[in-house]
């Protein structure tokens, strides 16, 4: 598939156009971080997504088989906190390769599977959620697992990337850019990319890389938000800031404005920007892999902060960086794209906005 196909082109295109009956126990579908089910549990409604991650393109083969099982538990139960979810229940698909990865020659494939899913069950006891089933097949294509994760929200309080209302403020949980300055990293040391203008101490490099492969979802918070009623739309922040926040307002039919200098970054992340302002803005912006939330809430927010974010860890830490400045008049279109809704400012002074709002799915690597 070419590089310029879009994939939330394809989606509207094509899936959305072909989703099966239209039944009414469907409270929220295609479109949003999950899909929101009346799953007849009385006072609750069920929550289900599914991510799939490819070797190669969405992981290097040879990374660490505990870390992935975490990642690919993690980048799903970000959907769920998005969504205000608790987690309960998950199904796995693996394709595993008849050669073995490069780095899992021995013992493959039990050896690679049993840390896999060691990384994966760690997480997910943390989270009491259930591995119930799944598949394993065989492939000679590269290794690719999918996870379907469930989880249950009380009736009708789901949040989702509808209700964005004018005058709004936008936070961002933790910093940003963290784990794509890791990916980049990696990218320059297996010489696949330029070196970059930063020293980093092992133990910096260190917490990159945990950021990178070890992503901590943020479901606490993303509970805590529901329930203080003052959140009206969320999303996590998966494919790059500015392309998840346009999935809200697309989804809203709002349009919004991001103060550069309020975005959170880490110390890393401060050095590379007096370095190469470009290209920490860029990592910041529309990298993506953060696994952070995206909130739009009232700004009454502001005075439950220290009560939303009590006993949760850094990573929950909320930032606000920016304000919805207008609504449309159309219904929202969940898959519009985004370029027209967000302009960026910088001291008060509007900069343009990139080419590319986030990661492309569809890219070539």
């Known amino acids: 598939m070419s590089s310029h196909v879009s994939e939330f082109g394809l989606i509207r295109d094509i899936i959305a156009r072909h989703a ?8 929220l579908g295609i479109g949003d971080d999950a ?24 992981f290097f083969a040879d990374m660490d088989a505990a870390a992935l099982g975490h990642k690919a538990l993690a980048v799903n139960l970000s959907d769920l906190a998005a969504m205000g979810a608790t987690p309960t229940w998950g199904l796995l698909s693996l394709a595993l390769p008849d050669a ?7 013992h493959w494939p039990a050896a690679w599977l049993a840390a896999f899913m060691g990384g994966l069950d760690a997480l997910a006891r943390r989270h009491d959620f259930a591995l119930v089933g799944g598949d394993t ?45 890791a990916l980049h990293l990696a990218f320059a040391e297996r010489g696949r990319g330029p070196d970059l203008p930063l020293a980093l101490s092992a133990a910096e490099r260190a917490w ?16 805590r938000l529901r329930d203080s009623g003052l959140a009206h739309a969320m ?17 809203s039919d709002a349009r919004a404005r991001v103060d550069l200098e309020h975005l959170p ?17 860029q990592l910041a912006l529309s990298e993506g892999d953060d696994y952070a939330l995206c909130v739009v809430a009232a700004p009454a927010l502001a005075a439950h902060l220290a009560e939303l974010q009590d006993g949760l860890p850094p990573a929950a830490r909320l ?47």
């Open 20 to 27: 099966g009956a239209a039944r009414t126990d469907v409270r």
């Open 35 to 58: 899909a929101v089910l009346d799953g007849g549990c009385g006072d609750e409604e069920l929550v289900a997504t599914m991510d799939t991650l490819v070797a190669g393109r969405h």
């Open 100 to 106: 073995p990865p490069p780095g899992h020659e021995r």
């Open 137 to 181: 097949v065989g492939t000679d294509g590269p290794l690719q697992l999918s996870i379907t994760a469930l989880g249950r929200v009380p009736a009708g309080r789901a949040l989702g990337r509808r209700g964005a209302r004018p005058g709004d403020w936008i936070w961002v949980s933790g910093t940003l850019g963290d784990a794509a300055l």
């Open 208 to 223: 990159l890389q945990a950021r990178l492969e070890r992503p901590e979802p943020q479901v606490a918070l993303g509970r």
């Open 235 to 251: 999303a996590d922040i998966s494919d790059g800031l500015l392309a998840d926040l346009g999935h809200i307002l697309a989804a």
């Open 265 to 281: 970054l880490s110390t890393p992340l401060r050095r590379l920007a007096a370095a190469d302002p470009a290209l920490a803005r």
């Open 319 to 365: 930032t606000c960086i920016g304000e919805i400045t207008a609504a449309g008049e159309a219904p929202g279109d969940p898959l519009a794209d985004p370029h027209s809704l967000i302009t960026l400012h910088a001291d008060g002074h509007p900069v343009p906005l990139p080419a590319r709002l986030g990661h492309e799915h569809f890219a070539a690597s």
